[in-house]
C-alpha cells in the first residue's frame, strides 16, 4: 500500500492496530521517502525522526504517526519544516496528557476542515495545551463539551475553548471577597506599592457596591432589555455618577452572557479607579495590572462606556496580531450597545478603516496614519460630519503595555521619510578607510581628512563641513570599536529565490534592543552614518537613504489626546512613574492580583569568577531536571547566549537558544520551554509576552524556574523576566547569579574608592570574603542611579521632540492651506479650461529633469491627437501638482528637517544648561529663512502653480 493510499483510509486506527502483512510497515515509508523529490525530504525525514523518538517513548502509536505524516503532507510545500515541530510537540504533549480521542479529534476532525490554516491548528493546540496545565482535573470534561458541539469553524473552536477555560477558571479560583480586596488595594505589598488616593478608593468601592446590587437585578433579564438599558443611557447624553454605575453593570453581564467570563471585582476596581482621575489637573490615568490578571477585559469595558458617552476611542496595542485579534473578539460585545469597531493594522489604511467607534492599532500604524495625513494630505483618520469631511478628533485613548511604549520605546520615533539621491556614500567610503587604518588618530584628523580630499582632487570644492566630516570620524569609530555584533547588532543573511529559481543571499544590519527587549527592530537605521559605516565593516552594500519629512515620538502622539489610560505588567521605579507623569500628564496606581503569586524569588547569587558561575547555573540546572522541572536561562546578549550553549554541549546538556537569530522556530521553541525538565536558554526576547505554558508533569514538579544570568538594567526588565514563572497563580521560582565580569558590573564604578569594589574592578575579588548582599546592594543603589539618569535624558528627549513638532506643525498648518486651494475642484476646473483652449506644441524649458520631460511630452501628444477629454489634461496637471509637493516643498522641508539632529549637536556644545535655549535659537532662524522661500507658493497658490505650469511647460492660462 502506498503512502497516499494510507492517507486515503478513513479509519486509520483500525489500519493500524496489526503490524503485520501487507499493512504499513516503517521499511515501505522510508523506501516511499527515498523516491521523493529531493527538495521535499528534509520536511518529511526531520518528522520521521522525531515521530520514531516519541513512539520509542511510547508516546504515539503507528496510527498516531500516521496522522502526523499526513499533517507534514498537508502543510509541508507552504510551511517551514522547523515550524511544523512545533506541532509535533503539541501533539505529543496533548496525546500524553489527554483522552486519545482528543487527540484524534484534533488531528483528524479539526485539521482536515478545509479552511483550517496551520496557524490556527497551532494555535488550537497551544489552547488545549494551556487548558490542561491550567485546569487538569477538569480539562477533559472541559474539551469535550465544546468536541460535542460538532463546531466545524477552527477560530470558533478557539474561543469558545476559551470560554469554558474562563468558566473552569472562575470555579477553580473564586473572586476574592470585597473585604480583602479592599484590604489589599489599601496596604502596600510587594505587588502594590502605590495605592489609589484613600478618598477616591472609598469613592470606588461605593460605586462598586452599587454595580453588585445592580448586577444581581439584571442577571435574570434577557439581553435585548440589557440592551435596551444601556441604549437608553446613551440616548440621553446625561451622564450621572449613577448612570456610569448602571452602564458598568451592564456591560458586566453582558460580558458574561458572550464570553462567559464574569469580570473579577478587582477588574472593576481598575476600570473605576481609572476613571477617577482628576481631569482639572491629569489628562489621564494608567494601572499596573499584572500578566494574567485579563487586561483585555478591562480594556474592553473601559473603551465601551467611553464610546457610549460619544468620545473617539483608539486602543493601542503592542503588535498587529494583538489588535486584530482583541478587535474580533470584542466586535460582538460593542454591537451589543449599538457601537461599531475597526482596526487600522495595515500598511496604508483609509477612513473606512478608522471608521469605528473603537479603533485597535499599534501606536505606529496611528502615528504613521497621522503623518501620512498632514504630510500628503492621505485623509485617513477623517469621518463624515454631514456632507463634510473633518479630521476625526483625539477624544480618548488606551494603552496596553504601556511602559514598553512610554519607557523601553520612548526615542523610537516614527519617521516618514522622502526620497532623496544620497551624495555621501562615496565619502563614507572614504572616511571609513580614512578611519581604518588609523589616520585619524591624529591631533586634528578633520584637518587631516580635508587634506587627503584636497589631494584627491586640487581644484574641487568640497560641500562638506567641519561638523559634518568630523561627526562622520566619530560614528565610523564607533562603529569599528564599539557597536559589537551579537550585542548591538547582527548581521542577518536573507535567501533570496529568482523567478529561474536561482538562489542569492543578500546581508543586513540589524538593530539589537538588547538591553530591554532583546528583539531586532528590522527597518530601522542608526543615524549620523553609523549604519553605512557597519555596513562598509561587514561588505554590505550600503542602503538607499531618504530624509525624514516628519518624525512624531510616543510623548507628541499620545499629547493629542484629550484622555489617556493605560495598563501594563510592569510599571516601573517610583523615578520611572515620576518620568510618565511629568511627560503625559497622568498618575499611576497598582492593582493587586486576582490569583495568589506562588512564585519564589530566591535570593541573588554573586560569584567572582566566569567559572565559578557557569558552575552554580549548572548545578542548578541539574537540580531542577531531577525534579522535572523546566528552566528559562535569561542572558544579555546573543553573544552570552552562544557562549553559554557552546558551555553546554561541552557538557552534553541537551537545551534550546532563543535569542532572534536562532535557527530553530520560536514556536517550536517556546512549545517545548514548558515540558518537564527542558532547558531554555534566551535573551531579553523571551522577557516580554512570551507566554511558557507548562506541561501537567512540569507543573507537578514545581513549575518553570527562571535564572536571570546578569543583573537586569531596570525593575521592569526583572519584572518582565521573573514573570514567566508562576504564571496565572501556579508554582514557580526565579534567581538572579551574576559574576564580576558582568556589565553591570561597571556601573558601581561610583563606588571605586572603596577597598572592595575597586579589587572587583580590578579582578582581585576572589582574594576578598565578598558577600552576595554587599554585591546586589551596590548594584541596586547604581540600578537607581543609572535608572535617574536615563530617565532625566529621555525627558530632555521629550522636550527637544516637542520643539521639533511645534515647527512641523506650522509648517503642516501652511501645506493644508496649499491643498486645499489645489483640490480636485480647482484642478477639474483648470483641466476644462485648457481642454478649451487651442494649444500649441509644448516646447519645455530646456531642463535635465526627467519628470518635467515626460510631463511635457504627455502634453505634446495629447495636442497632436487632438485629445480634448478634460480627464486626460488632468492627469498631466495632477503630474504638475505632485512636482510641486515633491521638488519644491516635501524635498527643501526635509532637507531642514531631517538635520535638526546636527543642529542640536552643535547647540549641545555650549553646554547642557544652555542648549534648549541655543537650539530653539538656531532652528527658528533656519526655520524662517525657509518660509520665506516658501512664502510665494503658500501665499498665492493659485498663482504659484499656474506659474510653475507656464515656466515648465509654457502654456499660458486664459
Given at each position: 500500500m502506498t503512502f497516499f493510499k494510507i492517507l486515503a483510509v478513513p479509519n486509520k486506527s483500525a489500519l493500524f492496530g496489526k503490524r503485520t502483512g501487507s499493512m504499513w510497515e516503517r521499511s515501505q515509508v522510508?523506501?516511499?521517502?527515498?523516491?521523493?523529490?529531493?527538495?521535499?525530504?528534509?520536511?518529511?525525514?526531520?518528522?520521521?525522526?522525531?515521530?520514531?523518538?516519541?513512539?520509542?517513548?511510547?508516546?504515539?502509536?503507528?496510527?498516531?504517526?500516521?496522522?502526523?505524516?499526513?499533517?507534514?503532507?498537508m502543510y509541508g510545500s507552504t510551511i517551514p519544516g522547523k515550524k511544523l515541530f512545533a506541532l509535533i510537540n503539541w501533539g505529543v504533549r496533548i496525546k500524553k496528557e489527554l483522552d486519545s480521542d482528543i487527540f484524534q479529534w484534533v488531528f483528524i476532525d479539526v485539521a482536515r476542515q478545509k479552511r483550517t490554516s496551520f496557524e490556527n491548528l497551532l494555535l488550537l493546540c497551544q489552547t488545549i495545551s494551556d487548558i490542561s496545565s491550567l485546569v487538569p482535573e477538569k480539562a477533559e470534561e472541559c474539551i469535550e463539551r465544546v468536541m460535542d458541539k460538532g463546531i466545524q469553524d477552527i477560530n470558533t473552536i478557539i474561543s469558545e475553548l476559551k470560554k469554558e477555560k474562563s468558566v473552569i477558571m472562575a470555579?477553580?479560583?473564586?473572586?476574592?471577597?470585597?473585604?480583602?480586596?479592599?484590604?489589599?488595594?489599601?496596604?502596600?505589598?510587594?505587588?502594590?506599592?502605590?495605592?489609589?488616593?484613600?478618598?477616591?478608593?472609598?469613592?470606588?468601592?461605593?460605586?462598586?457596591?452599587?454595580?453588585?446590587?445592580?448586577?444581581?437585578?439584571?442577571?435574570?433579564?434577557?439581553?435585548?432589555?440589557?440592551?435596551?438599558?444601556?441604549?437608553?443611557?446613551?440616548?440621553?447624553?446625561?451622564?450621572?455618577?449613577?448612570?456610569?454605575t448602571r452602564f458598568l453593570a451592564i456591560a458586566r453581564e453582558l460580558i458574561r452572557r458572550t464570553y462567559q467570563i464574569f469580570p473579577y471585582n478587582t477588574q472593576m476596581y481598575t476600570v473605576l479607579g481609572l476613571l477617577r482621575y482628576k481631569p482639572e489637573s491629569l489628562s489621564g490615568r494608567l494601572a499596573q495590572v499584572r500578566t494574567g490578571e485579563g487586561k483585555s477585559t478591562i480594556i474592553a469595558l473601559l473603551s465601551v462606556l467611553l464610546a457610549a458617552k460619544g468620545l473617539s476611542v483608539d486602543?493601542?496595542?503592542?503588535?498587529?496580531?494583538?489588535?486584530?485579534?482583541?478587535?474580533?473578539?470584542?466586535?460582538p460585545f460593542f454591537e451589543l450597545f449599538g457601537l461599531s469597531s475597526s482596526h487600522i493594522c495595515?500598511?496604508?489604511?483609509?477612513?473606512?478603516?478608522?471608521?469605528?467607534?473603537?479603533?485597535?492599532?499599534?501606536?505606529?500604524?496611528?502615528?504613521?496614519?497621522?503623518?501620512?495625513?498632514?504630510?500628503?494630505?492621505?485623509?485617513?483618520?477623517?469621518?463624515?460630519?454631514?456632507?463634510?469631511?473633518?479630521?476625526?478628533?483625539?477624544?480618548?485613548?488606551?494603552?496596553?503595555?504601556?511602559?514598553?511604549?512610554?519607557?523601553?520605546?520612548?526615542?523610537?520615533?516614527?519617521?516618514?521619510?522622502?526620497?532623496?539621491?544620497?551624495?555621501?556614500?562615496?565619502?563614507?567610503?572614504?572616511?571609513?578607510?580614512?578611519?581604518?587604518?588609523?589616520?585619524?588618530?591624529?591631533?586634528?584628523?578633520?584637518?587631516?581628512?580635508?587634506?587627503?580630499?584636497?589631494?584627491?582632487?586640487?581644484?574641487?570644492?568640497?560641500?562638506?563641513?567641519?561638523f559634518d566630516i568630523r561627526k562622520w570620524i566619530v560614528s565610523a569609530q564607533g562603529a569599528l570599536t564599539e557597536y559589537v555584533e551579537g550585542r548591538d547588532y547582527v548581521v542577518k543573511i536573507e535567501e533570496n529565490i529568482g523567478d529561474d529559481g536561482s538562489k542569492s543571499h543578500q546581508k543586513s544590519i540589524v538593530i539589537m534592543d538588547y538591553q530591554h527587549t532583546g528583539q531586532l527592530s528590522t527597518g530601522s537605521r542608526w543615524q549620523n552614518g553609523i549604519?553605512?559605516?557597519?555596513?562598509?565593516?561587514?561588505?554590505?552594500?550600503?542602503?538607499?537613504?531618504?530624509?525624514?519629512?516628519?518624525?512624531?515620538?510616543?510623548?507628541?502622539?499620545?499629547?493629542?489626546?484629550?484622555?489617556?489610560?493605560?495598563?501594563?505588567?510592569?510599571?516601573?521605579?517610583?523615578?520611572?512613574?515620576?518620568?510618565?507623569?511629568?511627560?503625559?500628564?497622568?498618575?499611576?496606581?497598582?492593582?493587586?492580583?486576582?490569583?495568589?503569586?506562588?512564585?519564589?524569588?530566591?535570593?541573588?547569587?554573586?560569584?567572582?569568577?566566569?567559572?565559578?558561575?557557569?558552575?552554580?547555573?549548572?548545578?542548578?540546572?541539574?537540580?531542577?531536571?531531577a525534579l522535572g522541572r523546566p528552566v528559562l536561562i535569561l542572558v544579555r546578549t546573543t553573544?552570552?547566549?552562544?557562549?553559554?550553549?557552546?558551555?553546554?554541549?561541552?557538557?552534553?546538556?541537551?537545551?534550546?537558544?532563543?535569542?532572534?537569530i536562532q535557527e530553530e522556530d520560536e514556536d517550536y521553541i517556546i512549545s517545548r520551554a514548558g515540558n518537564a525538565g527542558m532547558v531554555t536558554v534566551a535573551t531579553n526576547t523571551a522577557g516580554r509576552g512570551t507566554d511558557i505554558i507548562l506541561s501537567r508533569d512540569a507543573l507537578e514538579a514545581g513549575g518553570?524556574?527562571?535564572?536571570?544570568?546578569?543583573?537586569?538594567?531596570?525593575?521592569?526588565?526583572?519584572?518582565?523576566?521573573?514573570?514567566?514563572?508562576?504564571?496565572?497563580?501556579?508554582?514557580?521560582?526565579?534567581?538572579?547569579?551574576?559574576?564580576?565580569?558582568?556589565?553591570?558590573?561597571?556601573?558601581?564604578?561610583l563606588f571605586e574608592r572603596e577597598e572592595l569594589f575597586r579589587a572587583l574592578l580590578l579582578g582581585d575579588a576572589s582574594k576578598l570574603e565578598i558577600k552576595s548582599e554587599q554585591v546586589f546592594e551596590k548594584l541596586k543603589a547604581a540600578r537607581v542611579q543609572n535608572t535617574h539618569m536615563e530617565s532625566i535624558s529621555r525627558q530632555h528627549h521629550a522636550k527637544i521632540e516637542q520643539i521639533n513638532h511645534e515647527m512641523l506643525t506650522q509648517f503642516y498648518d501652511k501645506l493644508r492651506v496649499w491643498y486645499q486651494a489645489i483640490d480636485d475642484l480647482y484642478l477639474e476646473a483648470l483641466s476644462a479650461k485648457l481642454a478649451k483652449q487651442q494649444l500649441t506644441k509644448v516646447v519645455p524649458e530646456k531642463t535635465e529633469d526627467g519628470y518635467i520631460l515626460s510631463l511635457g511630452r504627455m502634453l505634446d501628444k495629447l495636442i497632436l491627437e487632438k485629445n480634448l477629454k478634460e480627464s486626460?489634461?488632468?492627469?498631466?496637471?495632477?503630474?504638475?501638482?505632485?512636482?510641486?509637493e515633491t521638488k519644491c516643498i516635501l524635498k527643501p522641508w526635509a532637507d531642514f528637517y531631517s538635520q535638526l539632529g546636527d543642529v542640536y549637536q552643535q547647540c549641545s556644545l555650549n553646554g547642557p544648561q544652555l542648549v534648549e535655549e541655543a537650539y530653539v535659537e538656531e532652528t527658528e532662524r533656519q526655520f524662517r529663512e525657509l518660509f520665506d522661500k516658501f512664502e510665494p507658493i503658500f501665499q498665492n497658490s493659485d498663482t504659484s502653480f499656474r506659474g510653475y505650469f507656464r515656466q515648465w511647460l509654457g502654456i499660458e492660462f486664459l
Open positions: 522510508k523506501k516511499f521517502f527515498m523516491s521523493m523529490n529531493e527538495k521535499a525530504k528534509p520536511v518529511y525525514f526531520t518528522f520521521y525522526g522525531l515521530l520514531k523518538e516519541a513512539n520509542r517513548k511510547e508516546i504515539l502509536s503507528q496510527s498516531d504517526e500516521c496522522i502526523f505524516l499526513e499533517l507534514a503532507h470555579e477553580l479560583f473564586p473572586e476574592k471577597p470585597i473585604g480583602e480586596v479592599n484590604h489589599e488595594f489599601s496596604t502596600l505589598n510587594r505587588d502594590v506599592e502605590h495605592l489609589l488616593d484613600t478618598s477616591e478608593l472609598g469613592e470606588v468601592i461605593a460605586d462598586y457596591l452599587d454595580i453588585q446590587r445592580l448586577g444581581k437585578e439584571m442577571v435574570a433579564l434577557p439581553v435585548s432589555d440589557l440592551q435596551s438599558q444601556a441604549k437608553e443611557i446613551i440616548r440621553a447624553g446625561h451622564w450621572s455618577p449613577g448612570d456610569t486602543i493601542v496595542t503592542s503588535s498587529r496580531y494583538l489588535a486584530k485579534r482583541d478587535e474580533k473578539k470584542y466586535r495595515m500598511e496604508r489604511p483609509t477612513s473606512k478603516n478608522f471608521s469605528g467607534d473603537i479603533v485597535f492599532g499599534t501606536n505606529t500604524d496611528f502615528e504613521f496614519a497621522i503623518m501620512r495625513d498632514q504630510l500628503f494630505n492621505a485623509q485617513s483618520r477623517v469621518k463624515n460630519v454631514g456632507d463634510r469631511v473633518v479630521p476625526k478628533p483625539f477624544h480618548a485613548v488606551i494603552v496596553d503595555e504601556v511602559d514598553n511604549m512610554f519607557i523601553d520605546k520612548s526615542r523610537n520615533s516614527a519617521r516618514m521619510g522622502v526620497s532623496a539621491t544620497s551624495k555621501d556614500q562615496w565619502i563614507f567610503r572614504l572616511i571609513f578607510s580614512f578611519v581604518s587604518f588609523g589616520r585619524a588618530s591624529g591631533f586634528d584628523p578633520v584637518s587631516d581628512f580635508k587634506a587627503r580630499l584636497k589631494h584627491i582632487d586640487p581644484d574641487r570644492q568640497w560641500e562638506f563641513s567641519d549604519h553605512e559605516f557597519l555596513e562598509l565593516k561587514h561588505g554590505i552594500k550600503m542602503g538607499q537613504k531618504s530624509k525624514t519629512g516628519a518624525a512624531m515620538g510616543h510623548p507628541v502622539y499620545f499629547g493629542e489626546y484629550d484622555q489617556l489610560f493605560g495598563l501594563s505588567g510592569t510599571m516601573g521605579s517610583r523615578v520611572e512613574r515620576e518620568e510618565i507623569q511629568n511627560v503625559y500628564d497622568v498618575d499611576t496606581f497598582d492593582v493587586p492580583s486576582h490569583l495568589t503569586n506562588r512564585r519564589v524569588n530566591l535570593q541573588p547569587v554573586y560569584q567572582h569568577t566566569k567559572e565559578e558561575y557557569y558552575t552554580y547555573i549548572f548545578s542548578e540546572i541539574d537540580k531542577m531536571k553573544n552570552d547566549s552562544l557562549e553559554i550553549s557552546a558551555k553546554m554541549k561541552e557538557k552534553h546538556m541537551t537545551h534550546h537558544v532563543l535569542n532572534a518553570l524556574h527562571v535564572i536571570f544570568g546578569f543583573y537586569p538594567i531596570n525593575d521592569r526588565v526583572e519584572a518582565q523576566g521573573i514573570g514567566r514563572a508562576g504564571r496565572q497563580g501556579q508554582p514557580g521560582s526565579s534567581q538572579i547569579v551574576v559574576h564580576s565580569q558582568d556589565e553591570a558590573m561597571a556601573q558601581i564604578q486626460r489634461y488632468r492627469t498631466v496637471l495632477e503630474g504638475v501638482k505632485r512636482y510641486i
